[in-house]
């Protein structure tokens, strides 16, 4: 059996889980997609407020910020369903020991921490993130070639990466600080600042989210293959910082994982 | 040099490890100093420590808390680079070994679960069937089993936050054997369980290793744990290896004894309790006195009819206990210890 059915089985056993986990509990469910749906509606109401006093937000019109906001919503949806759940977790994991249970299990540690709890039901809000893109790319009134859509299917994979591959750094931290369970509050305060398209932010700020804290390339770029912006060039370039915060948060968990000294011992 | 057919499950040699702890001095003044100036002080966790196991043997490691037992089994399984030293463990090198080391044992800790909180263990099973790519065919097999073993019946369909300390421990198990390992480290699995469940569990281990074959090395600091498991036993204390061997020896060798603890209801004196026994501790209205094993039950009758008692019980002597009789070790010797240890900061 090779690495990769091997690990595919595994995940499929986790997707079992969790279903039969969260079957008890569709309350939750009920909740968390009202909340979703008020959270949508009024940052869509407040970006309608920006477009009082402007007509355009950094060169962007209206529907193309809210074609923005939905694929904010559905990476947010991304990080409730498999990040927050999943390596969020790891701190913990590492204060109580719990991680030595995974470490001697014969699957990849990275992974397992990564995909072990998914929150099935926070993916509507990638649905409906996505839903709300597609309703705002119909007000744009553009017509879409097939290299876009593809285009967009590739940059948002690559934000998926780019969002993954942060709390991967920022979570691996744990090994050295132990307690750093606010560093996922930091993460969704710095997110916030994705909500808008980020010529929409002064040089310093946009070079900070370009290059240091690569949030730039999880909504803008997806939302510019949308609305027309995004040239070949930078397409190649977006998957390219995919791959890179993939390898480099990869190795770091090398690094950090040679350090793990287990609580208690 | 003997050639054996096979190799050994477990060699461990000259392993070492060396922590690098903070200290820091009580208070927020210190906690302010060691945030500003870190100092570190090193603790040898396990010092120089050698030993093998053949293959279906199960030997115990016993020592008191903090003695260095956890930290070997962990640098065994993989889980910490030893300091110094080397080991191999069903034919790998445990830090090198990758998942095909991992394939073959089984490390099961008594303070940690590994059990789902919400779902049944065999929702555990099922996930663990999948992550050690065991066939169905051999999975129904083992399962019923364990079943059978560990006497679970309809336990595994309950969620596991309705199960007992026991009852848990007992699927923990099983779910630690469904890969059928070959080496299996237990860490305290009888730690807090009741009577009955640890003599499940005690049971279940030896008539486990007999079918299969499988070597056991379990650490506990209870005796009963020992004498029903293992023939051999490696006692620790301090990261040092004090005793690798028979346990019936390691018995002759503590002169056999059984503590006798009394709550007494009248006032007697000291000298008057001489007569039963070594006083191995006097505050009244509790003493603890310590008998030869042999004279124990004639003793504590002695002792009822003849004084006017409220409370007694004979316990096997703790293991902290059974290190200082077989070993002369002192409560001095434990603090200078200390001292010297404390002396050797190192940079961080």
């Keep these: 059996m090779t690495r990769f059915t091997r690990a595919m089985i595994v995940l499929r056993a986790f997707w079992q889980l969790n279903w039969l986990e969260e079957l008890q509990y569709r309350g939750n469910f009920v909740a968390s997609l009202l909340g979703t749906i008020f959270w949508l509606v009024m940052a869509m109401l407040t970006v309608s407020l920006f477009f009082r006093h402007t007509p355009q937000l950094g060169g962007w019109g209206y529907w193309d910020v809210v074609v923005l906001l939905g694929i904010f919503n559905a990476l947010a949806g991304v990080v409730e369903t498999v990040l927050r759940p999943g390596i969020g977790h790891l701190p913990t994991d590492v204060r109580s020991g719990a991680l030595d249970l995974v470490l001697v299990r014969p699957v990849d540690a990275q992974f397992y921490v990564s995909f072990r709890r998914l929150d099935v039901w926070r993916l509507a809000d990638v649905m409906l993130g996505l839903a709300v893109s597609g309703y705002a790319f119909v007000q744009t009134g553009r017509a879409i070639s097939a290299w876009e859509l593809l285009a967009f299917a590739v940059t948002f994979a690559v934000a998926i990466a780019v969002v993954y591959a942060i709390w991967v750094t920022l979570m691996s931290l744990a090994f050295w600080f132990v307690a750093v369970e606010n560093m996922a509050a930091l993460f969704d305060a710095v997110f916030e600042a994705a909500r808008y398209p980020v010529s929409a932010y002064p040089g310093a700020l946009r070079f900070l989210f370009v290059y240091l804290i690569p949030i730039a390339w999880t909504t803008t770029i997806p939302a510019s293959a949308l609305t027309g912006r995004l040239n070949p060039a930078l397409a190649t370039w977006a998957a390219a910082v995919g791959v890179a915060a993939l390898g480099a948060s990869r190795v770091l968990w090398r690094v950090a994982l040679k350090r793990y000294t287990s609580a208690g011992g | ?348």
């Excluded at chain 2, 006692?235 to 002169?255: C, F, K, M």
């Excluded at chain 2, 191995?280 to 009758?301: F, G, K």
């Excluded at chain 2, 004979?314 to 434990?334: C, H, K, M």
């Design chain 2, 1 to 348: 040099m003997h050639l054996s057919p096979m190799p050994s499950a477990i060699v461990a040699t000259e392993l070492s490890k060396t922590y690098d702890v903070k200290v820091r001095d009580p208070g927020i003044k210190g906690a302010l100093a060691a945030l500003a100036r870190p100092r570190y002080r090193q603790v040898r966790a396990v010092d120089n420590v050698s030993f093998s196991i053949e293959r279906g043997d199960a030997v115990a490691f016993l020592g008191p808390n903090g003695a260095g037992k956890t930290t070997t089994l962990k640098m065994l399984t993989g889980l910490l680079f030893p300091t110094a030293g080397k080991a191999q463990v069903a034919g790998y090198d445990p830090w090198s070994g990758g998942n095909p080391f991992r394939q073959r044992i089984a490390f099961v800790l008594g303070n940690k679960q590994q059990l789902l909180w919400d779902l049944p263990p065999e929702e555990t099973f099922r996930l663990n069937r999948a992550i050690y790519g065991v066939s169905l065919a051999d999975y129904t097999t083992r399962r019923a089993e364990l079943v059978e073993l560990l006497l679970l019946g309809d336990l595994i369909d309950k969620p596991v936050r309705q199960l007992s300390l026991g009852e848990r421990m007992k699927c923990e198990l099983a779910a630690a054997l469904l890969h059928q390992p070959e080496v299996l480290f237990l860490d305290e699995p009888t730690l807090g369980l009741d009577l009955e469940a640890q003599q499940t569990i005690r049971t279940f281990l030896g008539e486990y290793r007999r079918r299969h074959g499988a070597t056991i090395l379990l650490t506990s600091h209870y005796m009963a744990d020992v004498t029903a498991l293992a023939s051999r036993v490696l006692i620790i204390n301090r990261g040092r290896l004090l005793y690798d061997g028979e346990l019936s020896e390691l018995v002759a060798r503590i002169a056999p004894i059984k503590r006798i603890e009394l709550v007494l209801s009248e006032t007697v004196s000291r000298a008057r309790l001489e007569e039963y026994g070594t006083v191995a501790h006097y505050a009244p209205p509790r003493a603890t006195l310590e008998v030869p094993r042999e004279t124990a039950t004639a003793a504590s009758t002695r002792l009822l009819t003849d004084l006017d008692v409220a409370d007694l019980s004979i316990q096997d002597p703790p293991i902290e206990e059974v290190i200082r009789i077989a070993f002369g070790e002192t409560e001095q010797d434990a603090e200078e210890d200390t001292v010297r240890t404390d002396v050797q900061r190192a940079p961080p």
